[in-house]
Structures are given as structure tokens and as C-alpha cells.
T-cell receptor, first 110, second 116 residues
Framework: EDQVTQSPEALRLQEGESSSLNCSYT??????LFWYRQDPGKGPEFLFTLYSAGEEKEKERLKATLTKKESFLHITAPKPEDSATYLC???????????FGGGTRVLVKP | GAVVSQHPSWVICKSGTSVKIECRSLDFQATTMFWYRQFPKQSLMLMATSNEGSKATYEQGVEKDKFLINHASLTLSTLTVTSAHPEDSSFYIC????????????FGPGTRLTVT
């Protein structure tokens, strides 16, 4: 059974204080690992897809990396508007299903 | 990215009644859509996979007679919660995958269901 574990559960940062979120996964053949951002009361917003170990993707202050067992989402010099819950999900080869982790709630204080 | 809408954004219904939630892909055709449920401060749990023109595939533990899914066209899937009870109150979110070589799913804004 595919499993995804995210840590920490919650993260409080000062504006400008860079940090990393962890997503550990086990999957029977990885098709893709996905990062989403979710604001309260809204649906998840797609951020990145990573397909193979060593791959990196960047978007503004966010950078996602992937190894064979985990992925990191690095937030560089965060701003208050980066406050959200960040979700990690994996999809196994041969299937459509996304398995989500519990998410990391990030609060960036000015 | 692809745009997915949901209607209504929130609904309040009385116990024992049924409520229908619509999920539309606005700028692409989706042969497959997905329905999730999310409880407060918890992650998304897949309820079922909706396939255009065929029966939905439900996840283990999800009552298919209670959560009726219809995917009648390439841009519309509906979830009907039948004989709703207070424990069905939750945030329901749909997603769709844009056909092609990418595998990411795009999510709708969600529907908050409250059963009184």
C-alpha cells in the first residue's frame, strides 16, 4: 500500500526565514510525486510534479527536490502570503489514484 | 493550468434529504474525474474515481449507494449524497486530469456540506 508522511505537521516562520518541508513516501513504482498548496476553505492548487530522483523544480520562492525515498519543498525567504498548507501526494505507475500525506501547515509571520 | 469548477460552494441540508454537487472541467475534456472528502485539519481522502460513460470506482469503505456518482459528459461529473446525515458533513472536493502526458490533477474549489 502506498504511503506518504509529511513533516513537520506545522511550521511557524518569521518572514525571510528559509526552511524545508519533508515528504517521505513508499510506493510500488513511482509515476509522479506532486506538491500542492491549499488555503483554508479552498481546493488544492497545483505547484509541482516530480517524476524521477534528482529532479528539481522551482517557482518563485519554492523549490521542490526528489530522491528515491523523499521529497523536499524548500521555501526561500518566505513572505506572509506563503502561509498555507502544503500537501504532498504520490501516484503509482499503472494507476490514477493520488495518495496524499497529512500536509504541513505553514504560518509566516511578518 | 486547467480550470475545474464546483457548484455549489456551500450547501446546508436537512437530515434525510439528498444533495447534488457538480464538478465541471471548464477548459478541457476530462475522461476521468476524482471525488475527495476532507475533514477539518485533515488531508484529502479519495472517495471514488469517476469515468465518463461508465460506472465509478469506489474506494474501500465508501458506500456507493450513499454517494452516487454520475459522469455523463466529458466536462461534468456529479456527486449525490443520498439520505444525508450529520456525519456526512464535510468538505467535498473534485479533481480532473487534463488528457496528455502529464499526470497532475487539478482541483475544484470544494463544496462545504452541512447536514442539520
Amino acid at each position: 500500500e502506498d504511503q506518504v508522511t509529511q513533516s513537520p505537521e506545522a511550521l511557524r516562520l518569521q518572514e525571510g526565514e528559509s526552511s524545508s518541508l519533508n515528504c517521505s513516501y513508499t510506493v510500488s513504482g513511482l509515476r509522479g510525486l506532486f506538491w500542492y498548496r491549499q488555503d483554508p476553505g479552498k481546493g488544492p492548487e497545483f505547484l509541482f510534479t516530480l517524476y524521477s530522483a534528482g529532479e528539481e523544480k522551482e517557482k518563485e520562492r519554492l523549490k521542490a527536490t526528489l530522491t528515491k525515498k523523499e521529497s523536499f519543498l524548500h521555501i526561500t525567504a518566505p513572505k506572509p502570503e506563503d502561509s498555507a498548507t502544503y500537501l504532498c501526494a504520490v501516484q503509482a505507475r499503472g494507476g490514477n489514484k493520488l495518495t496524499f500525506g497529512g500536509g504541513t501547515r505553514v504560518l509566516v509571520k511578518p | 493550468g486547467a480550470v475545474v469548477s464546483q457548484h455549489p460552494s456551500w450547501v446546508i441540508c436537512k437530515s434525510g434529504t439528498s444533495v447534488k454537487i457538480e464538478c465541471r472541467s471548464l477548459d478541457f475534456q476530462a475522461t476521468t474525474m476524482f471525488w475527495y472528502r476532507q475533514f477539518p485539519k485533515q488531508s484529502l481522502m479519495l472517495m471514488a474515481t469517476s469515468n465518463e460513460g461508465s460506472k465509478a470506482t469506489y474506494e474501500q469503505g465508501v458506500e456507493k449507494d450513499k454517494f452516487l456518482i454520475n459522469h455523463a459528459s466529458l466536462t461534468l461529473s456529479t456527486l449525490t449524497v443520498t439520505s444525508a446525515h450529520p456525519e456526512d458533513s464535510s468538505f467535498y472536493i473534485c479533481s480532473a486530469r487534463e488528457p496528455g502526458t502529464s499526470y497532475e490533477q487539478y482541483f475544484g474549489p470544494g463544496t462545504r456540506l452541512t447536514v442539520t
